[in-house]
């Protein structure tokens, strides 16, 4: 079976574009593929972050992606840091990666403009996700859009090692992108993005996402109620595609081109289809926040699993790379 990794910041509430770029395709893959889905709190300390919400936010999203229909019994869920292995080879593969590589990024460039002080850890991020899917040998990578300059440089690290080490041992994973790229934020211009606050909860209340939905951007040409629109123009038509049915859609479409609805009726259905889209995971997501312990069971066994195909890997690793193994301990029989 082929191996799938892939990994999720717990930087903000999952939300509809990490929902619809990467995660349905995940649980797409589960019942076909070994899978591995990590969430990197690793990743999202590269980035201005509270310490006191750090570990609410990682149990948010494995109550989210749960929610959402990643199935522990299929998948095998854990938080990063739960692998140590995972900084121990982001280490090893610095060593490889070229600087110059690191520095065109677009990602970086973008995030380090947000930022007063650039942390080196902003640049070796996509070392770190080098590190993330090089452990487990994983073939496929099921990302958005963002991340597919990301899975290249993958690659290049991927090839540099096996060279230099004169070993055929990581395969060089392949970016498996959807058919939702990249999904545009309520603000109609950036990537909808935990960190931007443009975002749509996938576990929100009904009343939460018509909050969120009533200000969002809509075709710059519609200034008031009579001015008709071209719904190609507009993100929310977008996501009608997602959440409302094929005449809705087309309803939609006629309704905007026509002025027949001003654009606030036009969000009060996608809001409807959105809340009842994802009522189901609303309702799965409450079970799961009264059982903390069922989820902090889930990710210790994931843990469990995860670091057992890691320490494999370390041991391969440091074995082709010649470091001197630590002796055992006296009567030590591991
Ligand atoms: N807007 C999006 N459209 C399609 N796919 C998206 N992804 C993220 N945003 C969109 C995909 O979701 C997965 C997890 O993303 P991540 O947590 O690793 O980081 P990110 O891409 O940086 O996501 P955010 O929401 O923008 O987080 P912040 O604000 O913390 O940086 C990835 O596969 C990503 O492609």
Redesign the pocket.
Known sequence: MPRVF???????EL?I??Y????RNWIDLQDKHECLISI?DY??IT?DFDPSELTTKTMDMAISLLAAGIDPEKCTLFVQSHVPEHTELSWILTTVTPLGELERMT?FKD?SRRQESIPAGLLNYPILQAADILLYRADLV??????VQHLELVREIARKWNARYKADFFPEPKAMVGT??????LDGET??????GN?IGIVDEPERIWEQLKPAKTDPARVTRNDPGDPEKCNLYTLHHYFSNEATVNNVADQCRNAGWGCLDCKKVLAQGISSHLEPVRERGAELRADPGRVAEILRDGAKAAGRLARETMSEVREHMGVMRAARSQGSHT
């Not at 990537?191 to 931007?196: A, D, E, P, Y």
């Open positions: 892939s990994g999720i910041q717990p930087s903000g939300h574009g990490n619809l770029g990467a995660v990197v990743h999202s980035q990602q995030k099921p990302v958005g859009e963002d991340q939702a790229k990249r999904i545009v934020g990537k909808m993005s935990k960190s931007l975002t």
